[in-house]
């Protein structure tokens, strides 16, 4: 995901030398995340791993839905605060 952004079809566009690529790489983190527990079926982990599925489609929708606003700086970058409060609870 370096050098990359969230972009408004729900993907990955390119961006270059900016902060917007740190929320990129944790959006398609949380993806594959959610993509690989969906693959597991055992039943001694089925809630566990479901409860980490929900986790995981929580925080890839946060990024999805706000990244707008989480990069509100003059040129569209994602400033250090706003990629804190988007990554850590």
């Given amino acids: 995901a370096i050098g990359k952004k969230i972009d408004n079809n729900n993907g990955l566009s390119a961006n270059a030398n900016l902060n917007t690529s740190l929320l990129a790489g944790a959006y398609a983190i949380s993806t594959l995340i959610t993509q690989k527990l969906s693959v597991l ?7 566990k791993i479901e409860k980490a599925k929900n ?7 946060k990024l999805k839905n706000s ?20 990554i850590l609870k």
């Fill in 67 to 86: 990244h707008a606003e989480l990069g509100v700086a003059g040129n569209g970058a994602t400033t250090d605060e706003n990629a804190k409060t988007a």
């Fill in 41 to 47: 079926n055992s039943e001694g982990l089925k809630e």
């Fill in 55 to 61: 986790a995981s489609a929580a925080f890839t929708n």
